[in-house]
């Protein structure tokens, strides 16, 4: 009786360890790199406060992965350089409003979508030579207009940001 509870208990721990083979512990940036820093963020768009919105995202979603150490540009071992190059929004949902006249239809727009397009590159903080050559990655997020549509319209606009900051930094600190 004791062989065969050793022999269950030997099949579930091969079971349970097998499951885990796909997994990786630790960071997946180079090894090279241990500290990156931020620097300033350009705007190609007519939206106010773009840059430190963009900036504010990289860095949190940064601190966030903790792959890298975030640190001032003299003393990184690489710096990220970002560009916001457009940013547009659009309506992707509409209510029916009521009408006075039976044949006519109007709708409101009651879901908006904030779509942003930033280009960004990894570089030596000596010589600017490229260790990402520039790319480009899009954010997205969705808004209702519930209370002040420029107030919601701004949040959107941080939300999208933060999405390409996601993926900017995904894309950074794995080995590449």
Do not use: F
């Amino acid at each position: 009786m004791n062989n065969g509870i050793a022999w269950l208990a030997l099949a579930l721990a091969l079971s349970l360890g097998n499951g885990c083979l796909g997994y990786r512990l630790g960071s997946m940036a180079d090894p090279q790199l241990k500290t990156i820093a931020v620097a300033r963020v350009d705007n190609d768009t007519d939206e106010p406060r773009v840059s430190a919105y963009a900036a504010s995202r990289l860095r949190s979603r940064l601190v966030t992965d903790g792959a890298l150490r975030l640190v001032e540009s003299s003393d990184a071992d690489c710096i990220l350089k970002a560009r916001v190059r457009s940013y547009a929004v659009s309506s992707v949902g509409s209510a029916k409003l009521p009408s006075a006249d039976p044949g006519q239809q109007l709708y409101m727009t009651s879901v908006w979508r904030v779509t942003v397009t930033v280009e960004y590159s990894l570089v030596a903080p000596r010589g600017d030579k490229p260790l990402i050559a520039p790319r480009t990655v899009n954010g997205a997020a969705e808004y209702t207009d519930l209370i002040d549509l420029d107030v919601v319209r701004q949040d959107g606009l941080r939300q999208a940001l933060y999405d390409a900051a996601g993926k900017i930094v995904r894309d950074v600190t794995e080995k590449w």
